[in-house]
């Protein structure tokens, strides 16, 4: 598209080249999607925050998750679903919104990171010092973590999209269906030499950190329940350390696949999918792992049900 027919702020965004009969079922299952994301990571916040028994360092901490994952899923879902009922040549976005767009998904991507190693912080101090833990893991200690979860960030990802956003432009078309950091400064036709080493350094600080941290976790979680000779214990451990190595695997595996398929351009329709698993399949299964996997979760969830039950038959 020349200048003449879009200003300068406008982008021409690319579709995900469906059939034009699927376009319809595609909408519908992704807003059903999007519905299920928002009413059980909303409702698993609201639980955990209405249920004094809940109100533990482990439980307060999912809360960051269920946000992370609700903002996740409203950064990309809605643009998506108006998009698969807009014609080709009225899919644009304004820049300023690109850049908006594009600084959320990064913040999202990298808070799930975050949030996992507070997560598996909380985990190691239960079990490696659970003499310990209430001591440490105080109200202002998850108050403290949560901060440090969103606030690092929100600096990496600020510096991250300042450097794109600084570029000048000299394309309008966003090779995606929606906009990241690697779509903002394929704009340009300035070296982005810059970008790219800061990149390279934003992704081996935060997944080196959350890998090395993860894992170093986990091994000492690991060497403590083989020694331990109670069966309770390493149980216990087993359920929740098995839940969270779950969605932290999925989270990996995910984020690696995307990184991937972007140095390639020929597979930008195998992208356009990834990326969907990951901001639409990932919140959804958060919320079925955790809220199916944890136990008082589980029974507080069951509970709600056996009283909405029990109040229908009342009524009749």
Same mark, same amino acid.
């Given at each position: 598209?020349? !200048?003449?027919?879009?200003?300068? =702020?406008?982008?021409?965004?690319? $579709? ?7 376009? @319809?079922?595609? %909408? ?6 999007? %519905?299920?994301?928002? &009413?059980? /990571?909303? +409702?698993?916040?609201?639980? @955990? ?19 992370? =994952?609700?903002? $996740? *899923? ?46 598996? %912080? ?6 490696? /010092? ?31 999209? +300042? ?16 906009? =990241? !950091?690697?779509?903002? %400064? ?14 390279? +350094? ?27 000779? !109670?069966?309770?214990? /390493? ?13 932290? #695997?999925?989270?990996?595996?995910? +984020?690696?696949?995307? &990184? ?42 069951? #509970? ?6 029990? *109040? ?5």
């Amino acid at each position: 598209m020349e !200048n003449s027919t879009f200003g300068k =702020d406008i982008l021409i965004l690319e $579709g995900f080249n469906l059939p034009s009969q699927s376009y @319809i079922p595609s %909408f519908i299952l992704l807003l059903i999607v999007y %519905f299920f994301i928002m &009413v059980s /990571n909303i +409702g698993l916040v609201v639980l @955990i925050l209405r249920s004094s028994g809940l109100h533990q360092p482990m439980y307060l901490l999912l809360c960051n998750m269920s946000i992370n =994952d609700v903002f $996740g *899923a409203t950064i990309i879902i809605p643009h998506v679903l108006r998009d698969l009922l807009t014609p080709d040549s009225q899919r644009v976005i304004r820049y300023m919104d690109c850049v908006v767009q594009a600084f959320c998904v990064h913040l999202h991507a990298s808070a799930s990171h975050t949030v996992l190693m507070i997560m598996a %912080f909380d985990r190691y101090v239960a079990i490696c /010092n659970p003499l310990r833990y209430a001591t440490i893991m105080t109200h202002r200690m998850v108050l403290v973590l949560s901060v440090w979860a969103w606030v690092i960030p929100l600096l990496l990802v600020g510096i991250l999209i +300042g450097l794109s956003v600084r570029l000048s432009r000299c394309r309008w078309i966003i090779v995606h269906f929606f906009c =990241d !950091n690697a779509s903002l %400064f394929k704009l340009s036709c300035e070296s982005v030499l810059i970008n790219n080493i800061y990149g390279l +350094g934003y992704t081996v600080v935060l997944l080196g950190s959350s890998i090395g941290s993860v894992t170093l976790t986990y091994l000492r979680i690991a060497m403590v329940c083989l020694r331990s000779k !109670n069966k309770t214990l /390493n149980r216990k451990a087993l359920q929740t350390c098995a839940t969270h190595l779950a969605v932290y #695997a999925i989270l990996l595996v995910s +984020g690696f696949i995307i &990184v991937i398929l972007h140095r390639f351009p020929q597979l930008a329709a195998h992208r356009k999918v990834a990326s969907v698993m990951g901001h639409v399949v990932l919140p959804a299964l958060n919320a079925l792992i955790y809220g199916l996997q944890i136990k008082e979760v589980r029974q507080r969830v069951m #509970a709600l049900f056996h009283k909405s039950k029990v *109040a229908s038959m009342d009524a009749k």
